[in-house]
């Protein structure tokens, strides 16, 4: 018997998107809720509300995406669709990936690519043959439980303020 076959969230990017996240796949919480970043646990809203002093993980999630595009960040996963039981991307089956290649298309003035944890870093050589900056950043999923909550900020600060995207 087969997983469900399961459908990605849309990109939030647009013309002005200097630095686009790239993850892998939602997990059960942000798909129920058509959220990126939904479960309440993943660090990823608490970051990026620290490092833009803005209480983002209790926003509305409508807020939280335009607080993302007056910052010219931009979110998208790295696959389209997949099967899995559960929101490990260890049981993620049968992935199809995203047009990767279009995001020099729909954001011209993109700068880098990030990839947020390493199921998504697999990936990394479509996103190196756009001629951009790529880097790994550390899961903000709390499955990732390696790293402090303050060293996955330090490295995601790092990078976001390279390119503008967070106070230096």
């Not at 919480?29 to 660090?43: D, E, K, T, V």
């Not at 954001?107 to 790529?134: D, K, M, Q, W, Y």
């Not at 550390?138 to 390119?163: D, F, I, Y």
Request: aromatic share 8%; proline share 7%.
């Amino acid at each position: 018997m087969s997983e469900p076959r399961l459908q990605g969230l849309g990109p939030v990017l647009d013309a002005d998107t200097r630095l686009i996240v790239l993850g892998s796949f939602p997990g059960v919480a942000s798909l129920r809720a058509q959220q990126y970043y939904g479960h309440p646990q993943n660090a990823f809203w608490k970051i990026l509300g620290e490092l833009w002093g803005l209480p983002l993980a209790q926003r509305p999630y409508a807020e939280r995406v335009q607080a993302l595009r007056e910052h010219g960040l931009g979110l998208w996963d790295v696959y389209a669709s997949c099967e899995r039981e559960g929101s490990l991307d260890s049981d993620i089956r049968e992935p199809v990936l995203n047009d990767l290649a279009s995001l020099r298309q729909h954001c011209p003035r993109l700068e880098a690519i990030a990839h947020n944890g390493g199921e998504s870093f697999r990936h990394a050589r479509h996103t190196r043959a756009l001629g951009l900056p790529v880097y790994r950043l550390p899961s903000t999923s709390p499955a990732n439980a390696g790293w402090s909550l303050q060293r996955k900020r330090e490295a995601w600060a790092e990078v976001l303020r390279r390119h503008g995207v967070a106070r230096p």
